[in-house]
T-cell receptor, first 116, second 115 residues
Framework: EPEVTQTPSHQVTQMGQEVILRCVPI?????FYWYRQILGQKVEFLVS????????KSEIFDDQFSVERPDGSNFTLKIRSTKLEDSAMYFC??????????????FGPGTRLTVL | AQKVTQAQTEISVVEKEDVTLDCVYE???????LFWYKQPPSGELVFLIR??????QNEISGRYSWNFQKSTSSFNFTITASQVVDSAVYFC????????????FGGGTRVLVKP
């Protein structure tokens, strides 16, 4: 069964450093997402991406964040200058992009980001 | 604005007992979609079930069943004959058609099934 994959599973970085989190969505999916979950809290939407551009973003997704689809399979989230409060689990998700935006999103296993 | 509330933060049961998880939602959309996801201790988010707002028929899928009540904006989820492997955090989520494709999650309910 096709699944969303994410690398690395755990990333440790120093405050102020740049990090890139990588995702490979399910191959025939067209809509891609990033969510984050601070430890013990709810899952929060960051950004959605369709047709090589951002479709929607939350207030969390400020200028420090960017997303890119560098090739036909990868989808990346970059944090330019990490802060302590960026420590969280980051989930990538994808769906088929059905008309009306009603499809089920399937999630990857997550990348745990620890900022020291 | 969309909002999902899961009032139960933690439920503890003994194996084979039934577990019902409550979910109440708010949305201004007339068409919306409701989901349950499971997050086991390993951390991934696993899709379980989905319901469309225009279909209030309740269903059973194996040991899972759900009760969608539009009149009370509730979407409750039941695990029948719980097993230790059901121990996880369960999230209810909402996607409003006019609000874009983003999922709004509730705070989650931790279920602990003891042998």
């Amino acid at each position: 069964e096709p699944e969303v994959t994410q690398t690395p599973s755990h990333q440790v970085t120093q405050m102020g450093q740049e990090v890139i989190l990588r995702c490979v969505p399910i191959s025939n999916h067209l809509y891609f997402y990033w969510y984050r979950q601070i430890l013990g809290q709810k899952v929060e939407f960051l950004v959605s991406f369709y047709n090589n551009e951002i479709s929607e973003k939350s207030e969390i997704f400020d200028d420090q964040f960017s997303v890119e689809r560098p090739d036909g399979s990868n989808f990346t989230l970059k944090i330019r200058s990490t802060k302590l409060e960026d420590s969280a689990m980051y989930f990538c998700a994808s769906d088929r992009g059905l008309a009306g935006g009603s499809d089920t999103q399937y999630f990857g296993p997550g990348t745990r980001l620890t900022v020291l | 604005a969309q909002k999902v509330t899961q009032a139960q933060t933690e439920i503890s049961v003994v194996e084979k007992e039934d577990v019902t998880l409550d979910c109440v939602y708010e949305t201004r959309d007339t068409t919306y979609y409701l989901f349950w996801y499971k997050q086991p201790p390993s951390g991934e988010l696993v899709f379980l079930i989905r319901r469309n707002s225009f279909d209030e028929q309740n269903e059973i899928s194996g040991r899972y069943s759900w009760n969608f009540q539009k009149s009370t904006s509730s979407f409750n989820f039941t695990i029948t004959a719980s097993q230790v492997v059901d121990s996880a955090v369960y999230f209810c989520a909402l996607m409003g058609r006019a609000a874009g494709n983003k999922l709004t999650f509730g705070g989650g309910t931790r279920v602990l099934v003891k042998p």
